[in-house]
């Protein structure tokens, strides 16, 4: 396992964007597939988007295509998530996962064995 170090989130208006930040404490970047799913209150956790380790491929959840972008930095060690034209159905708390698997898709995030804290996004005017 690995300590995830997150940042980001917030309250934004409908349309508005946020960035989320990831780093692996104390590990190199690309040993990890790493990505972010999200829970809403009274909903299952679900994923959202992910990038592997293998060749860099990305993953999202039909519901955010378009919309969120991942990437990584290595020279800071760090994955983020962009998040553009949020929408009230985008609240949750989104909580960034790694794992040394290379994933063949997304939902097997879900079954990573490195967590984060969890970050609140809330979308709302």
């Known amino acids: 396992q690995v300590q995830l170090v997150e940042s980001g989130g917030g309250l934004v208006q409908p349309g508005g964007s946020l960035r989320l930040s990831c780093a692996p404490s104390?590990?190199?970047?690309?040993?990890?597939?790493i990505g972010w799913a999200r829970q809403a209150p009274g909903k299952e956790r679900e994923p959202v988007s992910l990038?592997?380790?293998?060749?860099?491929?990305?993953y999202y959840v039909d519901s955010v295509k378009g919309r969120f972008t991942i990437s990584r930095d290595y020279r800071k060690n760090t994955v983020y998530l962009q998040m553009n034209d949020l929408k009230p159905e985008d609240t949750a708390v989104y909580y960034c996962?790694?794992?040394?698997?290379?994933?063949?898709?997304?939902?097997?995030?879900?079954?990573?064995?490195?967590w984060g804290q969890g970050t609140q996004v809330t979308v709302s005017s």
């Open positions: 996962a790694a794992d040394l698997r290379v994933p063949d898709g997304i939902e097997e995030i879900l079954i990573f064995k490195s």
């Open positions: 104390g590990s190199p970047l690309d040993l990890y597939a």
């Open positions: 990038i592997n380790n293998a060749d860099g491929r990305t």
